[in-house]
């Protein structure tokens, strides 16, 4: 793969990002644009009226300005209609592209690392404010600890080293020289080797637990929880834009305590913490469960998980968190003394979600136009265009979204107005489609005058099919007293759609009762329509391996819900009592 570097497509839409980010074939340059074709329009549906909003526009005046403006020529520049693939045809290939509509990402000169644009980093900065309140009222107080980790402490805990060492990078120098005979080269000085490697931060649990020791020495210290929000890397092979990249940002959270009761429930209280803020703010719903023994984080006792279904019906594994048991207590001595005097080594749990999350919004959300974003994460909920002729319009059109800005600035709605002459009302359109705008506010003069305005959704609940008219998608909002509530009722809405739809596509393709033969039949020939297979099962790394080497589906989870539907039950695959209900699902 090409690790080179070039200049960002932006204005195709249509780029390819770097083989070294995406698996697909190894080309000369990062970026491939292929054939334009045209995109089919953006696709709305109609709305019904609600207070403060007005019957359907059958031709808004924002409607006519539009195809004035189109015809006239409002503007020399227009979006590019270069073609996306589609979900049915490529899914890979539609992820990235979305991608890049949506500016979120484009690869790096280093191999398997992204650059994170600002679209993307405001998506990801939206959600960890989020996140980190959420953790806070858990009881967890921020802390940073170094990104170098001495590998003397990788070592201590023999589980845990195993499970990362292939994916470690390391220092092993602490500066670089001029190489003899060779002017311009650099080179690592021969005498700057370290005496003791340091290792990139894969994760941080052997750092912390080394300072835990050093923190925590009585009953009165516990428990004791922090979180820590940082960049990790784990040197990938086959890497996938905020999937699975060699360096990715996250948050990780790490606690102590007295008893193994307390740690337990405190894990699962955390994952939780993840699957409603997954649900409210992502529309996201997701399976919470148990990971088998094979699938569990090295060097823990226990590991839940939440796990999303995409689109094409793989699973996504959404968030992370692990009862670790005594394991790491033990590897670096961090004992408390209790109110007897006795000295016991304390319990512990880490638990995590990364930039991960983004990449199942993508997934989940978006569709064959381009980026979907639920109004809670959006970086911009609303998006406000101008639309005008001749420049004696112009003035009051632009005072009239100016005051539409700073009304709804002041109800903490995140709004931009589009005010650009170098483009049509038509390519805005388009591109504030593809960069996933919940909402769109059109402002003609006609709506000045009339004191309103015309909006259209993103996404819409669609009664005769996808194929709905543009106008027939648009609904008119009276600009009154109730204009602010108006447009948050709109945001809702688009809200609670989303998860409508994640869940409805969730619970109508959970397969149940079906026959190990038949269902690596289906996991072979699946074309985009993957399921979450819940069978029983006996817990067997053996057996477990064998399924994944015959059809590549993997145990995802045991869920929590259906648990006691194995009761008397026998293996799907083995014929023997079943110990578990497990989902089986192809996997990211």
């Given at each position: 793969s090409s690790s080179s570097s070039t200049a960002f497509l932006a204005p195709t839409f249509a780029p390819r990002l770097a083989s070294s980010l995406f698996p697909i074939r190894a080309h000369a340059s990062p970026f491939l644009p292929r054939l334009a074709r045209p995109l089919p329009p953006p696709r709305h549906a109609p709305r019904r009226g609600r207070a403060a909003v007005?019957?359907?526009?059958?031709?808004?005046?924002?409607?006519?300005?539009?195809?004035?403006?189109?015809?006239?020529?409002?503007?020399?520049?227009?979006?590019?209609?270069?073609?996306?693939?589609?979900?049915?045809?490529?899914?890979?290939?539609?992820?990235?592209?979305?991608?890049?509509?949506?500016?979120?990402?484009?690869?790096?000169?280093?191999?398997?690392?992204?650059?994170?644009?600002?679209?993307?980093?405001?998506?990801?900065?939206?959600?960890?404010?989020?996140?980190?309140?959420?953790?806070?009222?858990?009881?967890?107080?921020?802390?940073?600890?170094?990104?170098?980790?001495?590998?003397?402490?990788?070592?201590?805990?023999?589980?845990?080293?195993?499970?990362?060492?292939?994916?470690?990078?390391?220092?092993?120098?602490?500066?670089?020289?001029?190489?003899?005979?060779?002017?311009?080269?650099?080179?690592?000085?021969?005498?700057?080797?370290?005496?003791?490697?340091?290792?990139v931060r894969p994760t941080s649990e052997t750092v912390i637990w080394n300072t835990f020791g050093r923190w925590i020495q009585s009953y009165r210290d516990l428990p004791m929880l922090v979180n820590q929000w940082a960049n990790v890397v784990r040197w990938e092979m086959r890497t996938r834009p905020f999937l699975r990249t060699s360096e990715f940002f996250w948050q990780e959270g790490h606690t102590a305590h007295a008893t193994a009761e307390e740690a337990l429930a405190l894990s699962k209280k955390a994952l939780d913490l993840y699957a409603t803020f997954c649900e409210e703010h992502l529309s996201l719903p997701v399976v919470k469960g148990v990971k088998s023994p094979t699938e569990r984080f090295a060097g823990a006792e226990e590991t839940f998980t939440i796990e999303a279904r995409m689109q094409n019906g793989w699973a996504l594994q959404s968030g992370t968190s692990?009862?670790?048991?005594?394991?790491?207590?033990?590897?670096?001595?961090?004992?408390?003394?209790?109110?007897?005097?006795?000295?016991?080594?304390?319990?512990?749990?880490?638990?995590?979600?990364?930039?991960?999350?983004?990449?199942?919004?993508?997934?989940?959300?978006?569709?064959d136009t381009g980026l979907v974003l639920p109004p809670k994460v959006a970086p911009i909920q609303v998006v406000i265009v101008t639309i005008w002729r001749r420049n004696s319009e112009r003035e009051a059109v632009e005072a009239y979204a100016a005051e539409l800005q700073k009304r709804l600035l002041k109800i903490d709605v995140r709004v931009e107005v589009d005010n650009r002459d170098n483009m049509r009302p038509g390519a805005k359109y388009f591109e504030w489609e593809r960069k996933g705008v919940p909402?769109?506010?059109?402002?003609?003069?006609?709506?000045?005058?009339?004191?309103?305005?015309?909006?259209?959704?993103?996404?819409?609940?669609?009664?005769?099919?996808?194929?709905?008219?543009?106008?027939?998608?648009?609904?008119?909002?009276?600009?009154?007293?109730?204009?602010?509530?108006?447009?948050?009722?709109?945001?809702?809405?688009?809200q609670n759609l989303l998860l409508t739809r994640a869940k409805e596509r969730l619970?109508?393709?959970?397969?149940?009762?079906?026959?190990?033969?038949?269902?690596?039949?289906?996991?072979?020939?699946?074309?985009?329509?993957?399921?979450?297979?819940?069978?029983?099962?006996?817990?067997?790394?053996?057996?477990?391996?064998?399924?994944?080497?015959?059809?590549?589906?993997?145990?995802?989870?045991?869920?929590?819900?259906?648990?006691?539907?194995?009761?008397?039950?026998?293996?799907?695959?083995?014929?023997?009592?079943?110990?578990?209900m497990a989902i089986f699902a192809r996997s990211y």
């Open positions: 007005t019957a359907k526009v059958d031709a808004s005046s924002a409607a006519k300005e539009v195809a004035k403006g189109d015809e006239a020529g409002a503007g020399s520049a227009d979006s590019s209609t270069s073609a996306m693939a589609t979900r049915k045809e490529n899914y890979s290939q539609w992820y990235l592209d979305v991608i890049a509509g949506g500016d979120l990402c484009e690869s790096s000169p280093v191999k398997g690392c992204m650059i994170i644009r600002p679209n993307g980093m405001a998506l990801w900065e939206i959600m960890r404010e989020g996140l980190d309140k959420r953790i806070k009222r858990l009881g967890a107080k921020n802390v940073y600890f170094p990104l170098f980790i001495p590998q003397s402490f990788l070592s201590k805990e023999a589980e845990h080293v195993d499970g990362f060492a292939k994916e470690c990078a390391v220092v092993t120098h602490h500066r670089l020289r001029a190489k003899p005979g060779e002017p311009g080269v650099l080179e690592p000085d021969p005498d700057a080797k370290l005496e003791d490697p340091l290792v692990h009862f670790l048991g005594q394991n790491f207590a033990r590897a670096f001595d961090v004992r408390y003394q209790k109110d007897n005097g006795d000295r016991e080594l304390v319990w512990a749990t880490s638990w995590g979600v990364s930039t991960r999350l983004i990449g199942a919004l993508i997934m989940s959300h978006s569709d909402l769109r506010i059109e402002v003609g003069p006609r709506d000045v005058k009339q004191g309103r305005v015309v909006c259209a959704r993103r996404v819409f609940e669609s009664a005769g099919g996808e194929e709905t008219a543009r106008n027939d998608a648009k609904i008119g909002i009276d600009v009154n007293d109730a204009f602010e509530g108006a447009v948050e009722s709109e945001l809702g809405t688009i619970e109508s393709n959970i397969c149940r009762g079906i026959a190990y033969e038949e269902m690596k039949n289906e996991v072979v020939e699946s074309k985009g329509e993957g399921k979450f297979y819940l069978v029983p099962w006996k817990c067997d790394a053996v057996n477990e391996k064998q399924i994944k080497e015959d059809c590549k589906a993997t145990i995802r989870c045991y869920p929590f819900e259906f648990q006691s539907e194995c009761e008397g039950a026998k293996c799907f695959f083995s014929g023997e009592p079943a110990t578990h």
